[in-house]
DNA sequence: ATATCTGCCTGCTCGC
DNA sequence: TGCGAGCAGGCAGATA
């Protein structure tokens, strides 16, 4: 599932491939990826402008383009392929690929493919991000993040870790597998409360979000089964994964046995020998 | 404020 | 081998 560090993979090479390049036309497949305007109004806005920038706001992919702002979340399965093989480029409403739903043709004759086994993804143009991006939290590797600032937001919040970690309007851009990861290097349970953190657990809770997120960005994402780089590559982070996905296996800190067990609704992987209820 | 449920989707796993 | 049921999961929206 693309997270924080597999979304900054894909803007960043995103950066290097589309900035300066002007939209031709645009095919959309599946009309329900567009959020907003209606897909008629989408592609009769988005054809002609140019992208300016391209960046990332916690899982959402942010392109600045002339004169709007293109956002696109990639959900579950989502991908963003940039000149895929050549015959399964969208043209005129037809694909021989089943699972591509959107394409962004390039005056340069590159396309950029949006394709999303599950369909969960979205697309918006707007001329103002913010009714998009307004709600979320703090981005985790922010410097104004800083141990004393997380420390305060997790003490007025009677909630698990788990629940707070995933809640893009608490902290914003941790998944399922980053928030399993990162409770296991702070050594606390995915059940202890934000209100009953001591200044010492959010201190190193702050570096481990660091640690964990920014190894996972140096190995380009984590691809468990659908994850690519917007060139089709898989990351490399699941090799670094000590909990996520290995119930039954031992704990490489206490030798104890790790456990998938459903917490605030999610499957949640963790050692209950060693991390702290 | 917090917790729980449903819907959106399709591929995969499991039991028979 | 084949088939259907159930599950996975980010997020919005509704409800308690």
Not at 72 to 77: G, Q
Not at 166 to 174: H, P
Not at 247 to 259: M, N, T
């Given at each position: 599932?693309?997270?924080?560090?597999?979304?900054?993979?894909?803007?960043?090479?995103?950066?290097?491939?589309?900035?300066?390049?002007?939209?031709?036309?645009?095919?959309?497949?599946?009309?329900?990826?567009?959020?907003?305007?209606?897909?008629?109004?989408?592609?009769?806005?988005?054809?002609?402008?140019?992208?300016?920038?391209?960046?990332?706001?916690?899982?959402?992919?942010?392109?600045?383009?002339?004169?709007?702002?293109?956002?696109?979340?990639?959900?579950?399965?989502?991908?963003?392929?940039?000149?895929?093989?050549?015959?399964?480029?969208?043209?005129?409403?037809?694909?021989?690929?089943?699972?591509?739903?959107?394409?962004?043709?390039?005056?340069?004759?590159?396309?950029?493919?949006?394709?999303?086994?599950?369909?969960?993804?979205?697309?918006?143009?707007?001329?103002?991000?913010?009714?998009?991006?307004?709600?979320?939290?703090?981005?985790?590797?922010?410097?104004?993040?800083?141990?004393?600032?997380?420390?305060?937001?997790?003490?007025?919040?009677?909630?698990?870790?788990k629940?707070?970690l995933?809640?893009?309007?608490?902290?914003?851009?941790?998944g399922n597998i980053y928030v399993d990861e990162v409770l296991w290097e702070?050594?606390?349970?995915p059940?202890?409360?934000?209100?009953?953190?001591?200044?010492?657990?959010?201190?190193?809770?702050?570096?481990?979000?660091?640690?964990?997120?920014?190894?996972?960005?140096?190995?380009?994402?984590?691809?468990?089964?659908?994850?690519?780089?917007?060139?089709?590559?898989?990351?490399?982070?699941?090799?670094?994964l000590i909990v996520y996905g290995r119930?039954?296996?031992?704990?490489?800190?206490?030798?104890?046995?790790?456990?998938r067990?459903?917490v605030?609704?999610r499957g949640t992987y963790f050692?209950?020998?060693?991390?702290?209820?």
């Open positions: 599932m693309p997270e924080l560090p597999e979304v900054e993979t894909i803007a960043r090479d995103l950066q290097h491939a589309l900035t300066g390049q002007q939209v031709a036309d645009v095919t959309v497949l599946w009309p329900r990826i567009v959020a907003s305007p209606s897909p008629e109004g989408f592609r009769a806005r988005l054809a002609g402008q140019t992208v300016r920038s391209v960046g990332r706001r916690a899982k959402f992919l942010v392109l600045g383009l002339s004169s709007d702002c293109l956002i696109v979340h990639l959900r579950m399965t989502g991908q963003l392929l940039i000149d895929p093989d050549r015959v399964r480029i969208p043209v005129a409403g037809a694909c021989e690929d089943p699972h591509v739903h959107l394409a962004l043709h390039l005056r340069s004759g590159r396309a950029l493919c949006y394709r999303d086994v599950r369909k969960f993804g979205r697309f918006w143009l707007v001329a103002d991000p913010s009714g998009v991006l307004g709600s979320l939290g703090p981005e985790p590797l922010d410097d104004a993040l800083t141990p004393a600032r997380l420390h305060a937001m997790l003490r007025k919040r009677r909630r698990r870790l629940d707070l995933l809640d893009q309007t608490f902290l914003a851009g941790l702070a050594r606390l349970s059940r202890f409360l934000g209100s009953a953190m001591e200044e010492k657990d959010s201190a190193r809770l702050q570096g481990t979000i660091r640690v964990v997120l920014q190894r996972a960005i140096a190995a380009r994402g984590t691809t468990l089964r659908d994850y690519r780089d917007a060139r089709g590559a898989p990351g490399a982070n699941q090799d670094h119930a039954g296996e031992a704990c490489p800190r206490c030798g104890g046995v790790i456990v067990e459903v605030a609704g050692c209950p020998t060693c991390q702290r209820e």
